[in-house]
């Protein structure tokens, strides 16, 4: 009864992003867009100048187009993960968060459920750019597309969560560009998703190396590289698991009513 | 148990109800009992009277001291107590973007109801409040009593025990308001609801069965009408609530007639 009601709950959540997400034809252009522009124009363009030499998983030397495609699905997944962070500002700026949070359902439950919907658009978006690929004379191996779908889906959660996370902390709309100056960028940029490690290392940036390597975005796209060729980072796996985990703990936390609501609901303090 | 037990039981309690945000106490000592019926929380803007409706929603937890509902810890089983609870905010809470019927769907399944009771409850409650012909339309494209009226529909879906009602009127046309008010009243007595609607308007508190009047977080009163007309020998609400609350009516001599 209670596993039915929740499931209940969930799958209301996930219809609800679902039809937000139909009405707004535009987020899926979006989201093609940005990372096609990448794949036509910045990696076109840097083709000759960025080689890339034979590491794993590669068996063979790659041209850079088919390099940056994993770090393009990251970059999907961490825009879409930003973007239901906003779905959630907005939310609480419009009430709806109040009608989520006094469901007679387990909060964490709640956010879950809030997370997962927020997944599943990654994932549809993911798997439209893998499409447009093709167009792009991209071949990924059939077998990388079903593989590609868990750490997709892991990556997925674990940004999602970090979205869920920044949602405790941005407090208004408007913030919102900071969070893409502070956030995002750095993430992306710093990552292994236009260049690997061991250029930055080479190339002396000991520092952007580092935080390269502890990036979480760069575990992500690991994780979804290796899968594409039908293999498996277990550092990367470990990375993203445990990441995901603590950013989600860390939103619970932040929504918990003992710490209170009055972060989000600034314009009921006094009242 | 029998009706006149189940009346004189308990459906909300309050006990020494303390919550301070910084150096601002915005409920200080609040203890209050209400069995079944309507209520009136009366206060002014800034009484604390929307923090009350957050500790009672589990949106906030109090600083200390303790609320149930039908005889629920807060504390401790805040989902079971949430389940019988239904809430109108003082700021609208639909999806502009859905259908009415949408909105009610959204908000039954989240409660664990299933297709089918979802469409038979949205369809009474719908009639009841005369709003059949606008399951299929947008929320976006109704008036704001109506809006008001699904907000009300939505939070009847649940059946809920109790009804909370946050300065629901606010924005409303005077019919509108009356509707709104008496459809809820009628309610307390037909389904046995406790409601408590806050509000700082005095005319919406005068048929209540008790008026909590609320006034810088502090509890100042808990009687009906007549009683603290009584209490503060006044010849009207208006001036007990003044009174209670140590406000006076702006000097209004100085603004010249046309």
Redesign the interface.
Same mark, same amino acid.
């Given at each position: 009864m209670v596993y039915?009601? *929740?499931l209940? #709950?969930m $799958?209301?959540?996930i219809?609800?992003e679902m039809? /937000?997400f139909w009405?707004q034809k535009g987020r899926l252009v979006a989201a093609l867009v940005r990372p096609s522009l990448w794949l036509i124009v910045f990696a076109a363009g840097f083709q000759n100048v960025f080689g890339v030499s034979i590491i794993p998983p590669y068996e063979t030397y790659i041209e850079y187009q088919e390099y940056v495609i994993p770090g393009l699905l990251g970059m999907v997944l961490l825009f879409n993960g930003m973007q239901s962070s906003l779905a959630m500002v907005y939310d609480r700026e =419009?009430? $709806?968060m109040? $009608?989520? $949070? %006094? #469901? +007679?359902? +387990?909060r964490w439950f709640l956010l879950f459920s809030k997370l997962v919907s927020g997944t599943i658009l990654s994932l549809l978006q993911a798997y439209a750019f893998l499409l447009l690929s093709v167009v792009f004379q991209i071949e990924i191996p059939l077998i990388g597309w079903l593989y590609a779908f868990p750490a997709m889906l892991l990556g997925g959660l674990m940004l999602g969560s970090l979205g869920l996370l920044l949602s405790v902390y941005v407090k208004q709309l408007e913030n919102f560009a900071g969070t893409m100056n502070f956030v995002i960028f750095p993430m992306f940029f710093i990552s292994t998703a236009l260049y690997p490690l061991w250029k930055l290392e080479e190339s002396g940036a000991e520092i952007v190396f580092q935080l390269a390597s502890y990036n979480p975005f760069t575990h992500a796209v690991e994780l979804i590289r290796f899968a594409l060729y039908g293999q498996f980072n277990a550092i990367s796996l470990g990375v993203v698991l445990v990441s995901g985990f603590i950013f989600f703990m860390l939103s619970v936390w932040g929504y918990n009513? *003992?710490r209170? =609501? #009055?972060k989000f %609901?600034k314009?009921? /303090? %006094?009242? | 148990m029998n009706e006149k037990n189940s009346l004189s039981e308990t459906i909300i309690s309050l006990q020494k109800v303390y919550k301070s945000y910084g150096k601002v106490k915005a409920l200080n000592d609040v203890s209050f009992e209400l069995q079944h019926g309507f209520y009136a929380l009366l206060g002014s803007n800034g009484a604390g009277k929307s923090t009350l409706f957050q500790l009672l929603t589990g949106l906030f937890v109090p600083d200390s001291g303790s609320i149930e509902i039908v005889g629920i810890d807060l504390s401790r089983q805040l989902t079971k107590a949430l389940a019988h609870i239904g809430v109108v905010f003082q700021q609208s809470a639909l999806d502009l973007g859905l259908t009415v019927q949408a909105n009610l769907s959204f908000h039954g399944r989240l409660h664990g109801l299933s297709t089918h009771e979802i469409k038979e409850r949205s369809a009474i409650e719908l009639e009841r409040l005369g709003m059949q012909d606008t399951a299929k339309k947008a929320c976006k494209t109704l008036s704001g009593g109506n809006r008001r009226k699904v907000e009300l529909a939505r939070a009847l879906l649940t059946e809920p025990k109790v009804l909370l009602m946050d300065e629901a009127t606010v924005g409303l046309d005077p019919a509108s308001r009356d509707l709104l008010l008496n459809y809820v009243q009628q309610l307390c007595t037909e389904r046995k609801i406790t409601t408590l609607w806050a509000t700082h308007l005095i005319d919406e508190a005068e048929n209540a069965k008790q008026v909590l009047v609320l006034n810088k977080g502090k509890l100042l009163a808990q009687a009906t009408s007549r009683e603290l007309q009584d209490r503060t020998q006044t010849d009207s609400l208006l001036n007990a609530f003044l009174q209670l609350s140590d406000q006076k009516l702006p000097d209004t001599s100085h603004i010249q007639q046309i």
């Open positions: 039915s009601s *929740q209940r #709950a $799958l209301a959540i219809q609800r039809i /937000k009405h =419009m009430g $709806l109040r $009608l989520l $949070l %006094t #469901a +007679p359902q +387990p009513p *003992q209170g =609501m #009055a %609901t314009q009921n /303090k %006094t009242k | -």
